[in-house]
């Protein structure tokens, strides 16, 4: 009897107990709390870095991030060592003066740039520091560019838009050798054509890989996109046009020896390529024209418009833009990037802005928004 009590008050607390489990559920663990959303510590921004003197600034190169120089109005040449916190002139600097235009300038290295004027005047540096002329070219140049301290070379037009003459110096700029005129053989209309090419652009990479960009005339008053590419100095190029194109090249910028983009007509359009210019294609970009451009590394290049303040970023080697307003308050002359971080722009009124990255909360008089990667 004791024995059948017994196990009937087992089955009573046993049924109890799933009573009261049922009732209260078994524990569970605790969802995680969602993480908040990571907030930007940094943002990219324009920052203003004028000079103080009314000079228009027509060109702009770096050797650093913060080591530039500029060439602009009255034979001026600024440089700053400090990012445009602080600009010193190294020759001209007068709004009053009648001295003429720097309209192009060249950066080697800390020691040694040369700029020009319209007029084909160049001039040149080897401490960084002090100027001298060096020689006069044809008015019709657009620009030179150095391998070496020594080593540079130079392309004009005297027969204006027939073929370019490219010449070297083995001086520094003091003396000037032809070396070779512009020719492309190609096929126009399914039929073989030799055409006379003009440059407008060049780069080199090394003192071996460089870059020409130009046009060829097919026909009265009808144009293409010419390219041209060495890998041995400037001693030989192999030349193309970019097919299906009726403007010229008006700049080149190349990252790698088979990477980069030309510009053509000052925006009107941008190709693209990765086989060294074996292949183009036309980037998708809401057209900016005429504008300036600015490439980092490849990872970010710029377009600034020159009067319609805005301002197109790439983020992928050039195959699509997107646009963003910039409030510049001047016309736009000149773009350049030394890397990906640090880049510059110069205009009229003596308008200078450095491109970088700050954080979130930084702010300075007259920043201007920008994109990043």
Not at 119 to 130: A, E, P
Not at 354 to 359: A, C, D
Request: charge should be neutral.
């Amino acid at each position: 009897m004791k024995r059948i009590l017994w196990i009937l008050m087992l089955l009573v607390a046993v049924s109890v107990a799933a009573q009261l489990s049922a009732q209260t559920g078994a524990a569970k663990p605790a969802a995680p709390a969602a993480k908040p959303a990571e907030q930007p510590k940094f943002k990219a921004i324009w920052e203003r870095v004028a000079f103080n003197k009314d000079i228009d600034l027509n060109a702009v190169a770096c050797s650093g991030p913060e080591t530039c120089w500029v060439a602009g109005d009255k034979s001026t040449i600024l440089h700053t060592a400090d990012g445009g916190k602080t600009w010193q002139v190294q020759i001209g600097g007068d709004p009053d003066a009648t001295d003429r235009d720097l309209m192009k300038i060249f950066v080697l290295d800390a020691q040694h740039a040369w700029a020009m004027t319209s007029s084909g005047k160049i001039l040149g540096t080897r401490d960084g520091k002090t100027w001298a002329e060096l020689s006069t070219v044809s008015g019709t140049s657009k620009g030179v560019w150095f391998v070496s301290p020594q080593t540079g070379f130079e392309i004009e037009n005297p027969r204006s838009t027939t073929e370019t003459t490219l010449n070297r110096s083995d001086d520094g700029g003091k003396t000037w050798k032809p070396i070779g005129t512009c020719g492309v053989e190609t096929q126009v209309d399914g039929l073989p054509r030799k055409l006379g090419c003009w440059m407008q652009a060049a780069q080199f990479l090394s003192p071996t890989v460089g870059f020409m960009g130009g046009g060829a005339t097919v026909a009265m008053g009808s144009h293409v996109a010419a390219f041209g590419r060495t890998i041995d100095g400037g001693q030989t190029w192999t030349t193309s046009i970019i097919p299906e194109t009726k403007h010229v090249i008006t700049g080149v910028h190349f990252w790698s020896d088979k990477a980069g983009i030309v510009v053509l007509e000052k925006g009107e359009s941008v190709y693209w390529t990765t086989d060294a210019g074996a292949t183009w294609t036309r980037s998708v970009k809401q057209r900016l024209w005429p504008s300036a451009h600015g490439v980092g590394e490849g990872k970010i290049i710029v377009s600034a418009d020159e009067d319609l303040k805005q301002m197109g970023y790439s983020f992928d080697g050039g195959r699509n833009f997107t646009t963003r307003p910039f409030a510049a308050p001047a016309r736009v002359r000149a773009v350049t990037f030394f890397d990906m971080r640090n880049g510059y722009l110069v205009g009229d009124h003596a308008m200078a802005y450095r491109y970088r990255i700050v954080p979130i909360d930084y702010s300075s008089p007259g920043m201007i928004a920008a994109m990043s990667q």
